[in-house]
């Protein structure tokens, strides 16, 4: 997941830099008064977000399974638990219900 991550981070710096050369040669509009830096920051954005999409498919993919894995070794671990519990009060309804007083 965290190499997903910065592989996403790098893809990202990657069209901020290409789109800050082209706003400053004058290729692309410099946008309006004092908003240069979040129109770059901002078209990088759009730019770098279906790039990442295409070229970091099988990243995704095994980032996802890694996600899945990790989730599915949770629900266990509260699976057993809870019939751990069950066992405990089931033992302990039983140990109470065949006394008399």
Same mark, same amino acid.
């Given at each position: ?17 290409? =789109?800050?050369?082209?706003?400053? /040669?004058? %290729?692309?509009? #410099? $946008?309006?008064? *004092?908003?240069?830096?979040?129109? !770059? +920051?901002?078209?990088?954005? =759009?730019?770098?977000?279906?790039? /990442?999409? %295409?070229?970091? #498919? $099988?990243?995704? *993919?095994?980032?996802?399974?890694? !996600? +899945? ?33």
């Amino acid at each position: 997941m965290f190499r997903y991550t910065l592989m996403r981070l790098g893809v990202f710096l990657g069209c901020l830099v290409v =789109v800050w050369g082209l706003v400053y /040669s004058g %290729v692309a509009p #410099r $946008g309006l008064g *004092d908003s240069n830096y979040m129109w !770059v +920051v901002l078209l990088a954005l =759009v730019i770098s977000a279906p790039i /990442s999409f %295409v070229v970091l #498919r $099988g990243e995704r *993919d095994r980032a996802s399974a890694q !996600v +899945v894995a990790r989730v599915d070794r949770v629900k266990a671990n509260l699976d057993r638990n809870r019939s751990q519990e069950d066992e405990v009060l089931d033992e302990t309804a039983r140990g109470a219900g065949g006394r008399t007083s």
